[in-house]
């Protein structure tokens, strides 16, 4: 994907309250470009069903493509602009701190997401 043709698509864009702009964000700013944004979302999990089932693209971390790869009609293509690291984080509830399977369950993200070898971030388009 040529980056005239990231610009002319139209977007879901994860945006968590409270953040500030992500990478892609200041990575186009910073060149002076704008993206058509469709649809803004809270967080990662809607995104890719819309995609899946529009013509909407979505720009995600790397690391997503081992758990959404093998979905039918969504295709990973590399961002055709450079952006720094994406911050991934996780959240839950105070209560299941020391649950054993909640601490199970983190651990197994944590070495997934941790993988030095993925360090860019991909696109992907239904």
């Known amino acids: 994907m040529s980056l005239e043709q990231y610009l002319a698509a139209t977007h879901v864009v ?4 409270g953040r500030g702009p992500g990478v892609v964000e200041k990575a186009l700013s910073k060149a002076r470009l704008q993206r ?3 649809v ?5 999990s ?3 069903l819309i995609v899946r089932r ?3 693209i979505m720009t995600v971390p790397a690391q997503i493509r081992r758990f959404q790869e093998g979905w039918s009609g969504i295709a990973f293509l590399p961002l055709p602009f ?3 690291a994406m911050e991934i984080r996780m959240l839950w509830h105070e209560r299941t701190d020391n649950d054993p399977g ?3 369950l983190r651990g197994v993200l944590v070495g997934l997401y941790a993988d030095p070898r993925i360090t860019s971030a991909a696109s992907f388009i239904a």
């Open 14 to 17: 994860v945006e968590p309250p």
């Open 36 to 38: 058509r944004v469709a």
């Open 40 to 44: 803004r979302l809270p967080n990662i």
């Open 46 to 48: 809607a995104g890719p």
């Open 54 to 56: 529009t013509q909407h």
């Open 82 to 84: 450079e952006v720094e």
């Open 102 to 104: 909640n601490r199970w």
